[in-house]
């Protein structure tokens, strides 16, 4: 394991493995996790482990008591300002809680009733399998899933890696509660159980922690048993032939995937093809990216790289077009660039990028007590190996150009190959026998005992942490800083902000609005693209091989730089950091390239039916202010902008009275002060901007509405969804935190909205309150997604949920669970440096104050039931509200 990382492994008494890490922070996390996955199932079993997930939510006495359940588990975590979730994957289903560590042992009693032996009750057991038929109608609208799943499908056509994770319509109709319960009654013995504790601990409390386990999970709940010794069908990697599949969707432009079968992660080869599929499509680095994306111009998008989970897994490539007459000339491409690395083999540069990534990989999962403990429980449960880590990177590091080489020659071969690609429904007569002959012309005569083609290789190059405020310093330029130094991590995170985005650039334009409109978004996406003295591949090398990011961004109402990476590299991303922020380029190949991809995501949005929606309530609900615009612009807009453009909004907005910088991470005073004084200087040494921008002051809230507005969208598709709301707060609202308590007593597992809609009628996978403040009046609603056919019975149920809620108030225990949630979910939210470093910047630039967790909790506790109601009629009940629908 990690030199930083000393888990101690204990066993409970019936033999289930505990893994024990101290962690000094205000937050714990607990992960219970069973080697048993939809890998496991027999064919008529196919969705079960998924399903057995979701049942583990239910009451665990309900079978015993004859009441269906009420979300009780959930509900009294939450109470206590813990998160749990769950995941179901091909080899495991894990279920993972993490709250504040000084409820860790409240937490861990309620968390660990889900170990006792279950039986379900019908009711509950046809009301989830509603639920998630409802998930899979949402799943197969999403083109991104049924894209791979079609690849999975043709890569593992015997193995069960093959089946979705969720099964099949069918295998859910057909099950019966029997069936179910005997899937659970062999899968979830004691052998294929783990347990995972990381939060902050001394001894006795140690010994507390082992003895609730215990209690929970020993062989007073759970029996000694090994795991059933079931044999996987394996897939053959070598076939006769290769598999084309196409899939006609209701998409605007086209995607392709293909995938090469590789062996498991055990396999000596791994770390050689993790390394070739990195420095093939990782990042914009990846040798596919530069080539198609950069030089040739015929993708908007291409990558790549290893997915390996328990049994042997594949090497995939995908791409996206803008029509289907380009996908010969993109595959064709990938193609040679996949046998050019076989002739033309990395450089020194490339190895050492993918390495650095890798390992700090591993660093930034150390950011967070889930993050640590969802890495511990792989490498021990999945991989069987607590120091897998290190001898990895000991393996990686020791791969060269020549072992790169020899497996790519030996991998990239036709017959291990699967192909799908994803159509337009009017391109549905795509022919792929064009597609077959590239492969078979740049792949086929190569087999199993393929030699490596002569090489040129390349030469080698020698040689409550929350309670604690930021400090605060203003430059003589006027740039504000806020400062955190945390020595107990390893990476750093800086972030400037200033008022802009969406809101400025139409209220504010320096042409006009109509024709502005985008240029945040354009400007975020290519402001590190290249500076007076470095190109965009220079930048991108450096961050890149530092395992950094360094990326704008832009909202509705700001726009940003940030940038984290390793604390060791400061200087350098430091120095960096300050010559983007301050003389970005906006090149025009870079503007043109970013363009392209945007105009594509503007006639693409159709494809994607929650996107529409939520583009179709803000323009119906901001009629008049600019949050109504689509912050990717027009395609009228985008075609106006060009470079000035860009450096015109760069200057009028980025002026240092205006710059909020952040700084968080393992970064002392003493290297911070002179990047600071060098910042300082660029900026003094500017020539000042003549323009005003506007900044705080109001242009004016969205009038209310004079009467309920509707917007239909009818698109065929499996699922329906639903946005209805109103108007809702500003930064500044006095009622803003009994607004976020409201949305937690609607939202949630335990909420009033996933109780009644969800949980007793089944009418939805997914429904929840959503919300947005502004500087003027944001947005307040909710969000369902259903079949077409439950429409108007969902809409109706939301109205009642609310109107109840507005007339009664809420319970004196959702009042608990509501504000222990929040400041739960706030500690949680803040445990890394980045966001940390993005929570200080944004306030300062609002001018909100940065408050102690100790004033946070005053604030929350200060808020009364009758508070929550008032905020429930006011904006969900009393205002007239826009609906929109589309699928």
């Not at 009654?185 to 922690?209: A, C, D, T, W």
């Not at 030996?410 to 492969?439: C, E, G, N």
């Not at 504000?480 to 107990?488: H, M, N, Y």
Request: glycine letters at 8%.
């Amino acid at each position: 394991m990690s030199k930083f990382l000393q888990p101690e492994l204990l066993s409970l008494s019936n033999g289930i493995p505990l893994i024990l890490q101290n962690n000094d922070s205000p937050v714990a996390s607990i992960y219970w996790w069973v080697k048993t996955g939809s890998a496991d199932e027999k064919p008529a079993e196919a969705g079960f482990a998924h399903f057995l997930e979701h049942m583990h939510f239910k009451d665990t006495d309900a079978k015993t008591s004859n009441r269906a359940s009420t979300g009780e588990m959930a509900r009294l975590i939450e109470s206590l300002g813990g998160d749990i979730n769950a995941y179901t994957s091909f080899d495991q289903t894990v279920y993972h809680v993490t709250c504040a560590a000084h409820h860790w042992e409240k937490v861990l009693k309620v968390f660990g009733t889900m170990a006792k032996p279950q039986r379900f009750l019908k009711e509950d057991f046809q009301r989830e399998r509603e639920v998630i038929l409802e998930e899979l109608k949402k799943n197969e609208d999403s083109p991104n899933r049924m894209l791979f799943q079609s690849l999975f499908t043709s890569t593992f056509s015997k193995h069960p890696y093959g089946r979705p994770v969720i099964g099949f319509t069918k295998t859910l109709k057909d099950a019966k509660v029997g069936n179910l319960e005997a899937f659970y009654r062999r899968q979830y013995v004691s052998g294929n159980m783990g347990l995972i504790l990381v939060g902050p601990f001394e001894e006795k409390r140690k010994k507390s922690l082992v003895k609730i386990l215990d209690e929970l999970f020993g062989k007073k709940k759970i029996p000694k048993k090994p795991p059933v010794k079931a044999e996987r069908v394996q897939e053959v990697e070598i076939r006769s032939h290769a598999k084309f599949n196409k899939v006609p969707f209701d998409v605007t432009t086209p995607t392709m995937a293909f995938s090469f079968r590789v062996p498991d992660l055990r396999h000596p080869d791994m770390p050689a093809l993790d390394l070739l599929g990195g420095i093939l499509g990782m990042g914009e680095m990846g040798r596919l990216y530069q080539a198609l994306f950069y030089g040739k111009s015929i993708v908007n998008d291409v990558g790549g790289g290893v997915y390996v989970p328990r049994d042997p897994g594949m090497l995939y490539f995908t791409a996206d077009a803008d029509s289907v007459e380009k996908l010969p000339e993109i595959f064709s491409s990938m193609l040679d660039e996949l046998n050019r690395i076989q002739t033309d083999g990395p450089t020194d540069e490339e190895l050492a990028r993918v390495v650095t990534n890798t390992e700090s990989e591993r660093y930034y999962a150390l950011q967070s007590a889930d993050g640590i403990a969802s890495r511990l429980g792989f490498l021990k449960y999945q991989l069987g190996d607590l120091n897998y880590d290190d001898q990895y990177l000991s393996a990686l590091k020791g791969v060269d150009a020549e072992k790169v080489q020899e497996v790519a020659a030996r991998y990239f071969d036709l017959r291990r190959m699967s192909f799908s690609v994803m159509v337009p429904k009017k391109d549905k007569d795509f022919d792929l026998k064009p597609m077959f002959a590239i492969a078979e012309d740049k792949l086929g005569g190569k087999g199993e005992s393929s030699k490596p083609k002569a090489a040129k290789v390349a030469k080698r190059k020698i040689g409550s942490p929350i309670d604690i405020l930021p400090e605060r310093i203003t430059l003589p330029s006027g740039v504000r800083v806020l400062f955190r130094e945390r020595k107990s991590s390893h990476v750093m995170s800086i972030q400037a902000a200033v008022l802009g985005g969406l809101r400025l650039e139409v209220a504010d334009p320096v042409t006009k609005a109509e024709l502005d409109i985008g240029a945040s978004n354009l400007l975020s996406g290519i402001w590190a693209k290249g500076t007076h003295t470095k190109s965009s591949n220079e930048i991108t090398t450096l961050i890149e091989n530092a395992a950094a990011n360094l990326d704008g961004f832009s909202g509705r109402n700001t726009i940003g730089l940030a940038s984290s990476g390793l604390a060791r590299d400061w200087t350098k991303l430091s120095t960096l950091f300050s010559e983007v922020l301050l003389e970005p380029a906006f090149p025009k190949d870079e503007l043109d390239l970013s363009k392209k991809v945007v105009e594509d995501a503007i006639k693409s949005i159709e494809d994607h039916s929650s996107a529409l929606c939520s583009k179709l309530f803000h323009e119906a609900l901001f009629e008049n202010h600019p949050y109504g615009k689509y912050a990717a612009g027009t395609i009228e807009s985008l075609a106006s902008i060009d470079s000035d453009r860009l450096k015109a909004f760069h200057e009028k907005w980025v002026q240092p009275e205006r710059l909020v910088v952040s700084v968080v991470g393992n970064i002392s005073r003493k290297k911070l002060d002179p990047w600071l004084e060098s910042l300082d200087a660029s900026f003094q040494a500017r020539k000042k901007s003549s323009s005003k921008p506007l900044g705080l002051a109001s242009i004016g809230d969205e009038p209310e509405t004079k009467g309920p507005r509707w917007i239909e969208r009818s698109m065929g598709r499996e699922q329906v969804h639903i946005i209805t709301g109103g108007l809702g707060l500003r930064f500044s609202d006095d009622d803003r935190y009994a607004v976020r308590l409201l949305q937690n007593v609607l939202g949630g597992q335990s909420g009033r909205l996933f109780i009644e809609l969800r949980e007793k009628r089944s009418m939805a996978y997914s429904v929840a309150p959503i919300s947005m403040e502004g500087i003027e009046r944001g947005y307040i609603g909710t969000y369902i997604g259903c079949s077409p056919s439950k429409k108007d019975e969902a809409i109706a149920g939301i109205k009642k949920v609310l109107e109840d809620l507005a007339n009664k108030g809420p319970t004196e225990s959702e009042m608990r669970r509501a504000k222990e949630y929040y400041l739960g979910r706030r500690v949680m939210d803040l445990q890394g440096d980045g966001s940390l470093a993005g929570y200080y910047a944004l306030e300062s630039v609002y001018d909100l104050p940065i408050r102690t967790e100790t004033e946070i909790v005053k604030k929350i506790e200060a808020v009364t039931a009758k508070a929550v109601r008032e905020a429930c009629r006011k904006f969900y009940v009393e205002a007239n509200t826009v609906t929109a629908t589309v699928g």
